[in-house]
């Protein structure tokens, strides 16, 4: 499994998102706490939305932790919605059209969990996949296989409802052959606008996530903690594992729910999967 | 497209195959003169059969003219029968996956050419897969399809029928989504005991094929060539494009054949694909 | 040997200097007319000024032409300063530490060319590098060790003064070894506000260098293309060999001289080594 | 920091050496209980003995946990003395020309440890290599620079004077330099017949090192073990941490010891600096 983190915000170096905080995501490639593997060393992956209509990337196979470009291009990287993403493979190869986030057109995708069984339902799930999108896929991840099926039922038009009817997709797929728990997940979603992040397992017992409190609120409770003063009131992280040890920063997202954060109030709402008809 | 190699024979050095000949495999990653291209830099593999079951493969993405392990590899393993192929990537991503030779049990497959259309035409392909088959692939190239199909249609049971059916499925596909010309293709596998090599495009203009001429023959015409002294008269190359300059060491496959290079007298047959009932 | 391109003027998209022009480096790297090599394939670099107080830089092992990383980063990446550089080994391991363009502080530095006979002089000029300098050098290439000569001998006071004295010190190094023409060089240097070009070799025969022609001028003759109205006048490119094939675009940097890229008038002025005191 | 094994005895697979024990070396690369850092992830290499006149060599670096290529030639290569080394880098760049073992002629040379303050002293200890021998340092690790230092002292006549005499001049040049402790380390040197392991730290307490019981003892108690029928009485392990859990089947190297495993009876012995005249 692996470790991400979500952030939509004023505009930071991508440093200051990676390496700077106390048990960064970058410290986390070496010294998971909560994750399934200690250690996710199997590759990692950047999306940052700018300028330009499509987000960028950079995906790499060498670990985070000691990737000379990765230090690099975060000390002179900055964006307001950053996607990251640091892996532990469950089994398919570690090269970079394995590594997330997944972009399609202006979308970016990451998932920490698994397709359970993925192999025996592999080739149902993507023959459930949109014709036209099929030739796109380029790795061989059920995340990525995730990511299509869920543009193919409406992603890019009903973000919660595309990944629900996915869900339900895959839970059907994996019952038919006989899987107990077809999906564990968590999974982030954005379009450049607004990021969706959703906590769901088949089980009921889902890997964790952690969304940040309102920066006004921590900036009242901590006035000595200088960043606070540059950051808008909007600004908010999303990860698999709290970032360093602030009091009353990080709340965790509740089991099969999903929250949205964008301009205006963000969301928490609840997730359940769309079995097919 | 590529160049390859493939050798049975007395046991050698990978070295005295792929660096120590004039104009040899790894110069033509470089210089490649009958290619479709001059430069052969998007990864290589080499497989070979020893004393285990299966045969070893080492794939990497860089360039082999310039691969220090690949080096010194060939110069510490012995073989007498000796796959190797260098890539120029027609499309699909430059990542060990993609690399020839494939591997499936004992066997051992490495491609030349094109299917032509793929994104068009893969969806079909990958259908027509046995489905137990389906999760071994690994990579995303047309190539390994293209071997998991021969797998499906019978390879390891009689390899020259198989093909003739695999590529037959290729054209008829390719014709109804429209390809004119659906593949081009030389192509090797081996089970270790044997080596098929075929020679074939829908268009009936292939890319280069030649084999070598019998050792004995070699010998007699030229007894000052010392490595001559230690190959059995069976010592047999099949390649893209020759390797040095011998006088008289060359000869063309012809349009539309394969050949079949093992133990007792190897053999020259034509080729025509086999089209789905 | 090489081949590279430095940019300065209006801010513009990497993609737009490295891959859109017609010949353009990223063509170079498989199709080089002019280069000693006809593939430069050994890993490359970028380097670009922005908003940070030092450069970024970004390199790879892999060959420029297909590396999915670079095509993605020079899309998303906007500077008026830019460095870029492909590599074609001549002899020196392909690792990312002697991939150019090198850094120090806020100085970028590459190199077309080499020291000849190298090995046999290496140590001499490692020596003469300024002992708190020399942990810093990370590779192991000619043109890094040149480099940090240069800024052992001044460069970052006066760069014209200290390029000129480091190659004194090659040569002369090199003649007490008895090497014939210890030096081959194009060289450019950058401190964020000026570019320095250098066109040099022992024999008198460099490697070519040209920059282009006032865009200004440019703009007068060729009011049908379309990127010349959005480039200030000042807009400049040094390159190994000219992009596209703009009719009076290109001027050739003559023999042992150097230009000064800057705001205000730039400069072209002739270059001389100074021998060692 | 990192973990090492060297293997002396009957030809046995590497995989058996590296993948099958329990807590094998592999494992370790992710789980180490005994190295200074839980994971050893930045590259890894392996050198072997076989029919040729110098070892083979096969560096990478990616983690060894999830290394295609290592796994698979694992499985293809058999070997009667063989060195492994997973890395756990103490600064210096993650690129094959820092992946252990280091070759220089016949021999091989790994160690786990650290020159301390080496940028400090690094020059120094440069300076004292024989140049002739000084060009061939491809790398950057303090590792390297010490085994050209035993090299330029002696190692191919006389290994434990040699090691003991760069180990005096790496402590001497440490403390001129107010290194408190200049050196930790375990290292493990062979030629091809011998192999020689040395445990050694300027503060008297250094990384762990095991060797394996003789074969006729462990196969006496433990009849049930298989693979201790196919082993040679004389088959030897050495380890930077035991490997599976056999009773009785490893000891610890002493403190500032050294061993010596040939054909014949092995040694341990008393290792002591020797500081330069």
């Known amino acids: 499994m692996c470790r991400w983190l979500a952030y939509y915000g004023t505009p930071v170096l991508l440093e200051e998102l990676l390496f700077t905080p106390r048990h960064s995501l970058i410290d986390q490639s070496l010294h998971s706490t909560l994750g399934a ?56 190869p570690v090269q970079q059209t394995n590594c997330h986030p997944f972009r399609h057109g202006h979308w970016l995708w990451m998932h920490n969990g698994v397709v359970r069984d993925f192999p025996r339902v592999k080739r149902d799930l993507v023959l459930a996949i949109e014709p036209d999108l099929y030739p796109s896929i380029e790795g061989s991840t059920d995340s990525e296989v995730f990511f299509y099926l869920a543009l193919t039922l409406g992603l890019e ?14 839970e059907d ?27 769901y397992s088949s089980e009921g017992s889902s890997r964790s996530l952690f969304f940040s409190t309102r920066v006004d609120t921590l900036r009242e409770q901590h006035p000595e903690v200088a960043i606070l003063q540059q950051l808008s009131d909007e600004s908010r992280l999303i990860v698999s594992e709290p970032l360093g040890d602030l009091k009353g920063a990080w709340n965790e997202v509740p089991e099969s729910h999903f929250g949205v954060v964008h301009e205006g109030q963000d969301e928490l709402r609840p997730f359940a999967p769309i079995a097919p008809a």
Chains 1, 2, 3, 4 share one sequence.
């Open 173 to 199: 797929v994996g019952r038919r052959h006989a899987v107990e728990h077809p999906i564990q997940m968590t999974v982030a979603t954005s379009d450049g606008s607004s990021i969706w992040a959703f906590r």
């Open 157 to 170: 038009d009903d973000p919660p409802g595309a990944v629900a009817r996915a869900v339900g997709l895959i």
């Open 37 to 92: 593997e200690t250690t996710n060393g199997d590759g990692f992956g950047i999306g940052w939305f700018g300028s330009e209509k499509t987000p960028g990337t950079f995906h790499s196979v060498e670990p985070a932790w000691n990737d000379r470009n990765l230090r690099d291009l975060s000390a002179h990287l900055r964006s307001g919605l950053v996607f990251a993403h640091i892996r532990a493979s469950s089994g398919s």
